[in-house]
């Protein structure tokens, strides 16, 4: 072994590269609750296909970036049966429907909790409301500071005309986040103006989601900022939905969630040189080490992947210095049989340039193409959250085949034929559709390790995201009762799917004169001919779905990620636990 020492703002890095390995090492310095900067660090030359390959010795991370490690606020939730005029704190806020709005003959509201707050204002909230052309609407919110209640400052917020989605809840908790931070408030509470209507499981999902908003509408991603504000949200109680363990647990529930959105929210914020695949395979192993009680980790390095043959995986990688990773995590529970078995398959590109077919002109998004591996921030961020939440009778494998998609002379070219771990050949006539080929060895994987139903879930088209624009994702299945179920989730978990049909007959446009398959279709149905590409590589008696997040796994308006699919994963998992 070869020892090196680095230096760096007077901080010590030893790392140890061995001449003989063809991995780069990573030496890591902590830089956030869940990633880490990496130093690659490499000898000064190594074998690497029979050919002897010159390196810098170490190299730090490009453009010597290193995020701040900030703490994420601590928010202490509880659910309360009290009456809103004596709660005290400094932001009452109030749900209100546009329905709930509506005034008597003498302009006083007709929702029992609008009026009693009313009364003990003098009538000055009705009076503000309509000075502020307050309708509820979706989006709307004003904050009053009021005398007369427990509470400093009243909030009504807007929730349209009904209320009734994980979604719209969701939603509640963020503009109650929001008008927190405005008021630098450290005690607030949430109450609809209609809540007796709800069946008892609802106010529980109720309550679950606007704990979840809240949690994600308070956290903002100032890694990579040299000022940031912090929010002063210490306390959220939850009025009028109920008390009690069950809903305790609920709540727990949602905060689990909400942790294991934020880390795949941060996951794909991070850029590139940040997040290369070693990095991404460290935050997994991170996880498993985290909730080592039920969950384990195993990285597959380049040597590894080549004795089982997955050549489509590593065709796409071998332009990059950053050599791949193979990452599974496996999920077995504390205690009990296991009933089920699951496998979520994540695409990992941690960067993607197109390869020799590369990304230029207007909307291509080249510099948005650290978003590539937002399939595997959904994984990954799924099994943060399960490894607290802890689901019984079910063993879940997450599954990423990590690496860059870049160009250089040992790059993948057009024309080029590879060999899927199946044994299925492909003759690649753009190297921009590298998604697929990466997904098709970590699908013949995932059918190898005994799972009964497998999704996978990719920033695969961009035909997709033209049909179903940026808040919907695509599903694609040939099972109506893997549907039923995830959609199920979806609408459980507050995110947007639509199926689309997986047309058997657009394979014509999918086959080669010289190989089994080519990579890609023509220009008309892009996302639906990616899905039946990726149909070649699942065991045919295995339930399977493929998602396409090409859409909503970025939000142009905050230009940010969203957390897209993690929601959704994690319902669908505890579902199949119980």
């Not at 179903?468 to 893997?482: N, R």
Request: proline share 4%.
């Amino acid at each position: 072994m070869v020892a090196i020492v680095v230096s760096l703002a007077s901080t010590l890095f030893t790392a140890a590269a061995s001449p003989s390995s063809s991995t780069t090492l990573l030496t890591k310095l902590r830089f956030a609750p869940s990633l880490r900067l990496s130093f690659a660090v490499t000898p000064l030359s190594y074998r690497r296909g029979g050919k002897l390959m010159a390196h810098t010795i170490a190299r730090a991370t490009l453009g010597l970036t290193q995020p701040s490690a900030i703490e994420p606020p601590k928010i202490s939730f509880a659910a309360k049966e009290i009456d809103v005029t004596e709660w005290k704190g400094d932001i009452l806020a109030v749900g209100v429907t546009e329905k709930d709005l509506t005034k008597d003959e003498s302009s006083k509201f007709e929702n029992p909790i609008l009026k009693k707050l009313d009364s003990h204002l003098g009538g000055l909230l009705a009076e503000a409301s309509s000075e502020e052309d307050f309708t509820g609407k979706a989006g709307q919110s004003t904050v009053l500071r009021l005398p007369g209640l427990g509470s400093k400052r009243v909030g009504l917020i807007g929730l349209g005309q009904s209320a009734s989605t994980a979604a719209a809840f969701r939603g509640l908790g963020e503009a109650v986040a929001a008008a927190a931070k405005a008021a630098q408030a450290c005690d607030v509470a949430i109450v609809l103006a209609s809540s007796e209507g709800l069946s008892a499981e609802s106010k529980l999902s109720t309550a679950s989601a606007i704990v979840s908003g809240t949690v994600l509408g308070t956290h903002e991603d100032n890694r990579y900022k040299t000022e940031s504000k912090k929010s002063n949200l210490k306390s959220v109680d939850i009025l009028g939905l109920g008390s009690g363990p069950e809903l305790e647990k609920k709540l727990k529930y949602a905060e689990d969630l909400s942790s294991g959105i934020i880390f795949g929210k941060e996951l794909v914020n991070s850029p590139a040189n940040v997040l290369t695949p070693g990095v991404l395979a460290e935050e997994a192993s991170k996880i498993a080490a985290a909730y080592s009680d039920v969950l384990s980790a195993k990285i597959l390095n380049e040597e590894q992947c080549k004795e089982l043959k997955m050549g489509s995986y590593l065709g796409v990688a071998a332009a990059s210095a950053n050599p791949p990773h193979f990452i599974h995590l496996t999920y077995k529970p504390p205690s009990g049989p296991v009933k089920t078995k699951l496998a979520l398959v994540g695409k990992g590109l941690t960067f993607d340039s197109g390869g020799y077919n590369i990304k230029t002109g207007p909307g291509c998004s080249i510099e948005l193409m650290k978003f590539d591996m937002g399939g595997s921030a959904a994984v990954l961020g799924a099994a943060k959250a399960l490894g607290q939440i802890k689901p019984p009778g079910v063993e879940v494998h997450f599954i990423v085949a990590a690496c860059e998609n870049m160009i250089s002379g040992t790059g993948m070219r057009p024309g080029d034929i590879v060999t899927a771990s199946n044994g299925k050949t492909i003759e690649v006539n753009n190297t921009d559709a590298e998604g697929r080929l990466t997904l098709a060895d970590a699908l013949v994987y995932a059918s190898n390790q005994g799972a009964e139903k497998i999704v996978d879930l990719a920033t695969l088209t961009g035909a997709c995201v033209v049909a179903l624009g940026p808040s919907i994702a695509g599903v694609f299945t040939p099972s109506d009762d893997l549907a039923t179920e995830v959609l199920t989730a979806s609408e459980a978990g507050g995110e947007k799917l639509w199926r689309l049909p997986l047309e058997d007959s657009y394979w014509e446009s999918m086959k080669s004169g010289i190989a089994d398959m080519v990579n890609t279709g023509g220009r008309q149905g892009g996302a639906i001919t990616a899905a039946l590409f990726l149909k070649q590589f699942v065991d045919e008696k295995i339930q399977w779905m493929h998602i396409d997040l090409a859409g909503p796994v970025w939000d142009d308006k905050k230009r940010s990620a969203t957390g897209f699919g993690i929601s959704t994963l994690v319902e669908w998992v505890v579902k199949n636990s119980s």
